[in-house]
């Protein structure tokens, strides 16, 4: 548990104790490394498709795929 010390606007120094945030979690269970460049859903590296710098989650696989197809035409 992380900790810190705040200055109200009084002065009063206070102690707080706070906990780290939770890290995300993909939907097949496992903790999320990326996230979705379509919806933001986090995804882990086993579900993810990445082409570049561009990160699909297992729904949006399909339109990054699409968009591959369409740049390999042009």
Do not use: F
Not at 15 to 44: F, M, T
Request: aromatic content about 6%; glycine content about 4%; some cysteine.
């Amino acid at each position: 548990m992380a900790c810190a010390w705040v200055r109200l606007p009084d002065g009063t120094p206070v102690h707080i104790k706070y906990s780290a945030p939770r890290r995300k979690r993909c939907a097949c269970g496992n903790l999320a490394d990326r996230e979705c460049d379509w919806c933001d859903r986090p995804v882990c590296l086993s579900c993810a498709t990445r082409r570049g710098e561009v990160d699909a989650c297992p729904e949006h696989k399909y339109e990054l795929q699409e968009r591959e197809a369409i740049q390999a035409c042009a």
